[in-house]
């Protein structure tokens, strides 16, 4: 939660306006909203009735405003969802007469919620400044918090240079995972001067590869990989994000 204190610093009326932005919408599973979609609907999986929706969102909604911790969110929130029986495993039965065992809430999933959705929401007033400013500072860098708990594709990216406009950023604008802590700095012509810095290039190394979306079903949807000119690796984002979470919403 580092990253996020340090951006609960920053003015949050951009961030905000992007979750306020948001229609509620019921899905069963993260995933039934693909990618960009998430970008204009607020949803929680598993969270099928409006009133549980409504109690996740406006938590947030006071968390975000409020600049509360999870800590507090936690705090005010889980009671509300216990009393409403949205807690813990529950054993559903399908249409088709399919018992299956699912997690409803928990400590660990409000804190997926809570993480996911303050960092997105920051990220895109981070974004919408960085876009209204880039004739001053054009270029874009890529940096990974650099911890135990990075993921190793991320540290890979730590450092790297492409102008705002290269396609890279369509896909790799953080977050693109799960609890994904990068960001992205803006840097000018002089700061790229003084740093001696190469600014790279992503053309012909973006790709499209399937990747497992869901155990369950089997199904497979594409994903954006990109190859890393110095070792051959390919780098892709977590399955669902490969996409800029902020981009259809620079008119905030």
Request: hydrophobic share 35%; proline share 4%; charged share 25%.
């Amino acid at each position: 939660m580092v990253q996020l204190k340090a951006l609960f610093k920053l003015a949050p009326a951009l961030a905000i306006k992007y979750l306020k932005k948001k229609n509620n919408k019921l899905s069963w599973d993260w995933y039934e909203l693909w990618q960009d979609a998430h970008q204009k609907a607020f949803t929680v999986a598993k969270a099928m009735r409006e009133d549980i929706l409504k109690d996740i969102r406006s938590s947030l909604d006071k968390a975000l405003s409020e600049g509360k911790t999870f800590r507090d969110f936690q705090k005010e929130l889980k009671p509300t969802l216990q009393k409403k029986g949205w807690w813990g495993e529950v054993v559903i039965v399908d249409s088709q007469g399919v018992a299956e065992k699912v997690q409803l809430g928990s400590m660990y999933r409000l804190k997926t919620i809570y993480s996911v959705n303050m960092q997105v929401a920051y990220q895109t007033g981070r974004y919408k400044t960085q876009v209204d400013n880039i004739d001053n500072r054009p270029y874009w860098q890529y940096v990974a918090v650099l911890d135990s708990k990075t993921r190793p594709e991320h540290a890979q990216l730590h450092g790297l240079i492409f102008r705002h406009d290269d396609p890279f950023w369509n896909s790799f604008y953080p977050p693109n995972g799960w609890r994904c802590r990068c960001r992205v700095n803006a840097l000018s012509e002089r700061n790229i001067q003084k740093k001696n810095a190469i600014i790279d290039n992503s053309n012909g190394r973006l790709s499209q590869e399937e990747k497992l979306v869901s155990k369950k079903s089997g199904e497979y949807r594409p994903v954006t990989v990109y190859t890393d000119p110095l070792t051959n690796k390919k780098i892709a984002p977590d399955v669902g994000w490969s996409h800029n979470p902020a981009s259809g919403l620079v008119d905030i």
